[in-house]
C-alpha cells in the first residue's frame, strides 16, 4: 500500500506518520526530514536546501523528486511508503505518478489532515524534535516524559529554525497557493480521504484508520 499524508505546516503529518507506518507495515519517506538529515551531514544537497527551507520556499521540484525517488528505490521501500511532506507541487504528484506506473504500482490513497490556520501557528511554536529519530514534541499538548529528551530513543530534542513565527505564515502561503493544487488532484482520482486534524492525536488517528479501513472494504 502507498499512502500520501497531506497537510499544512504543523497539521499533524509527522505525528501521524509514526503512528500509521507501523499500523500499515509501511515506511515512513519524508523529504523535509530528507533534507534536514543531508543538511546534519553537509551534502552539498543539504546546502542547496538550506538556503530555501530557511525562508520558507520550496526546494526546486527537480532536486526534490530525484531525492525521493532516489529513496523508494531502497528495497526496504518495497512493501509500500507513507510519502509525508511530498509531492508538495503538481509537477511532483505527476512525477511520483509515472515513476509507481512504470513499476506496476501506484498511490492507494491521499489522506488530508486539515486544521484552522491559528491552530497551525500555535503547534508550530510549540514544537520540539528529535534530533536522531525526528519524532515532534509539544510543550504542552504531547511533552516527553523527559524534558528535552526523545520517549523513543532518547536522542536531544531541538527546535526547528523554520518555526519562527515569520517563516510560518511564510510556508502556510506556500502550501496554500502551490500544495493545495494536490488535494484537487488525488480528488479527481477518487483517492482522496478528509480527516479533521483539529482534534486530539489520539481521535486523529482513530479517524484516519477508520477511513482507510473504510476505502478497503
Ligand atoms: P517539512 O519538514 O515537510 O515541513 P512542513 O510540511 O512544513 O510540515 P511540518 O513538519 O512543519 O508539520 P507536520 O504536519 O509534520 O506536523 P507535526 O506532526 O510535526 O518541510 C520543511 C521544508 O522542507 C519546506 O518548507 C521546504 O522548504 C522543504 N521541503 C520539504 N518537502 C518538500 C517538497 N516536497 N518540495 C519542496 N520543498 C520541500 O506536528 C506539529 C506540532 O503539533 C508538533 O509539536 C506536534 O506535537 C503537535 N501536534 C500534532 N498533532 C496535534 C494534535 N492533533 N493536537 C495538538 N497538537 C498536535
Ligand atoms: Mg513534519
Ligand atoms: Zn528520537
Redesign the pocket.
Known amino acids: 500500500m502507498n499512502v500520501v ?1 497531506l ?11 509514526a503512528v500509521l507506518t507501523k499500523q500499515l507495515g509501511v515506511v515512513h519517506v ?7 538529515k543531508a543538511l546534519s551531514e553537509n551534502t552539498e544537497l543539504g546546502l542547496l ?1 538550506k538556503s ?2 530557511e ?7 527537480e532536486v ?1 523528486i530525484e531525492m ?1 525517488l532516489e529513496r523508494i528505490r531502497q528495497p526496504d521501500c518495497a512493501p509500500g511508503v507513507l510519502f ?6 503538481l509537477s ?1 504528484a505527476q512525477a511520483l505518478d509515472e515513476k509507481l506506473d512504470g513499476e506496476g504500482k501506484r498511490i492507494d490513497r491521499a489522506v488530508y ?1 486539515e ?1 484552522p490556520e491559528e ?2 501557528v ?3 511554536s ?4 528529535c534530533r536522531e529519530c525526528q519524532t ?7 511533552p516527553p516524559k523527559v524534558a528535552g529528551k526523545c520517549d523513543v530513543c532518547g536522542g536531544e530534542l531541538y527546535q ?1 529554525a ?2 519562527t513565527e515569520e ?2 505564515r511564510e ?1 502556510l502561503k ?2 496554500f497557493s502551490q ?1 493545495l493544487p494536490i488535494v484537487e488532484y488525488y480528488e479527481k482520482q477518487g483517492k482522496l480521504l478528509r480527516v479533521d ?5 489520539e ?2 488517528s482513530a479517524a484516519i484508520a477508520r477511513l482507510l479501513e473504510a476505502g478497503n472494504a
Open positions: 499524508l497537510g499544512a505546516p504543523g497539521a499533524g503529518k509527522g505525528t501521524q506518520a519524508a523529504s523535509g526530514d530528507l533534507f534536514r536546501a530555501y527551507m525562508k520558507g520556499d520550496l526546494v526546486p521540484d526534490t525521493v509525508d511532506g511530498f509531492p508538495r507541487t511532483q489532515i486544521v491552530e497551525l500555535k503547534r508550530l510549540g514544537r520540539w524534535i515532534p514534541y509539544h510543550s504542552e499538548s504531547s526547528r523554520d518555526d517563516t510560518v510556508r506556500v502550501f500544495t486534524g483539529d482534534r486530539d492525536i481521535e486523529v
